[in-house]
């Protein structure tokens, strides 16, 4: 593994799973790999459970680690190549990442998707100068279109519950009061259409098609209610149009997940990569039930990071 983006980057996910669930059984039994490293992570954008988990994946690894919040913390970012740098902007991000990498060992980063320019987010411009720029491996914190560790936090989770060997996952979009980007259902659907003990569904209304270079073929019903029948995991997640680039299309309030449409399942176990908003995107009454596993699968979000750290680490 080199950088950690996408699926792709894992390579043998049942390898890097593996070795997820055996360091969540020993968490401190790896710090040989972090001894002398330092983790440095850099957020363009808020985080609650990416920042804490990779700090706290960090530690558990014996890694030293630092954030930064870039323009708030730091100078503000020039992102365009060869600009005349005349106006606000004060430092160039070919030279903080280049600096940055002299302090730490692995980088993460979370940039968000403008929602405006699609050519230009699903491009990952930002991302791949970052990784241009950077002389050490780079974790994606979230890029323009993935959410890579937060996928490999809910396979965890999926992996260590599943009831039977094979099972019925549905990824259903849900009504938000606000346009989100596509990185997460697009992320879910690069890695659990390729498990090949999963039997993968997406639902959304009509317009809310995500892009096919992450669905992979994937069955879509935009019948929600047909789409859980019979469903082992649910994961609920607001999207904005990837067609209409950014547009909310429509928020039918009957999207949000009830215990009604929990009852078409098999009593199935309830994802959502948090933060929720609450009786929006989906009711109290599912979010607090016995199945539902928001919080185990935030949990996991530590193991994500520190099984790619430790295969990032470890041959350094
Ligand atoms: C972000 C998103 O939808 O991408 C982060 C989720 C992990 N969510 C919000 O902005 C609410
Ligand atoms: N799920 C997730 O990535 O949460 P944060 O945005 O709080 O990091």
């Known amino acids: 593994m080199k950088n950690f983006t996408s699926f792709a980057d894992s390579g043998d996910y049942k390898a890097l799973l593996q070795q997820a669930l055996e360091i969540k059984a020993k968490p401190y039994g790896y710090q040989h790999i972090g001894r002398n490293k330092t983790v440095g992570l850099i957020f363009f954008n808020p985080s609650l459970r990416t920042r804490l988990s990779s700090l706290k994946a960090a530690y558990n690894l014996g890694t030293q680690a630092w954030v930064l919040n870039a323009g708030a913390d730091s100078w503000t970012l020039e992102m365009a190549d060869g600009a005349v740098m005349n106006g606000g902007p004060q430092e160039h991000i070919k030279d903080a990442i280049a600096v940055m990498s002299q302090y730490c060992d692995v980088l993460g980063v979370r940039t968000f998707p403008t929602l405006k320019e699609r050519d230009e987010d699903y491009g990952e411009v930002v991302f791949t100068k970052i990784l241009q720029y950077a002389t050490v491996p780079v974790i994606s914190l979230e890029s323009a279109t993935l ?26 979009w849900a009504p938000h009061v606000r346009a989100l980007p596509q990185c997460v259902p697009n992320s879910f659907c690069d890695w659990f259409s390729e498990i090949d003990w999963v039997d993968f569904v997406i639902t959304h209304p009509e317009g809310y098609e995500l892009d096919p270079k992450f669905t992979k073929g994937a069955r879509i019903e935009y019948d929600q209610h047909k789409a859980l029948l019979g469903a082992d995991y649910v994961q609920a997640k607001n999207w904005s149009s990837y067609l209409n680039y950014g547009q909310v299309l429509q928020n039918d309030p009957a999207w949000m997940l009830t215990p009604e449409h929990m009852a078409r399942t098999h009593n199935a176990r309830f994802l959502h990569c948090l933060p929720v908003r609450r009786n929006v995107e989906v009711s109290d009454a599912v979010l607090d039930a016995p199945g539902s596993l928001i919080v185990q699968q935030a949990g996991n979000r530590v193991f994500a990071m520190q099984a790619v750290l430790h295969e990032l680490l470890r041959g350094q």
């Open 147 to 172: 959410h890579p560790l937060q996928s490999f936090a809910d396979l965890i989770t999926v992996a260590e519950t599943k009831p039977k060997a094979r099972v019925k996952v549905v990824l259903t």
